[in-house]
């Protein structure tokens, strides 16, 4: 298993999955004061409200930002209405509950960002890996 940090406020916590991460930086777009690569540790926690975190953090394409509260009530497990959304040059973003069933058969059940590839480079079909920034894909 990958690098897994964790990130508490006393009120939430911010999870980071080292390994699924894309480099999208969605998360430094959307709050450059809590999420500074060039930083350790690099997430500064109590540089935003809960509220803000919470939104940023949904919006991970990859998953590798999630959170928890800190009173173990999982907001990550609520199901949110489908939206779907092509980011250019990158993946197709999807938004929301999904069953997917993959080409061997087996399931699995998506319940915030799912981050699908556009550019056919993954090597985590049919997820993005990044690999369309490697690739200068364009689309």
Known sequence: ???IKEYSNG???VVWEAEK????????KGLPNV???NDRPWID???ATFEDLVNTVKKCPSG??????NDKTDMTSQKLETQV??????????????NVT???GSKETKNRTTAFCRCGASQNKPYCDGAHVKHEFRG
């Not at 991460?21 to 430094?28: F, N």
């Not at 590798?64 to 509260?69: I, Q």
């Open 35 to 37: 999420f500074k690569p």
């Open 11 to 13: 009120e939430v916590t």
């Open 45 to 47: 926690i109590d540089a």
């Open 85 to 98: 959304e092509i980011l250019e040059n990158g993946p197709l973003l999807v938004y929301g509950t999904l």
């Open 102 to 104: 993959h080409k061997d």
């Open 1 to 3: 298993m990958g690098k």
């Open 64 to 69: 590798a930002l999630s959170f928890y509260m």
């Open 21 to 28: 991460c894309i480099h999208s930086a969605m998360c430094v």
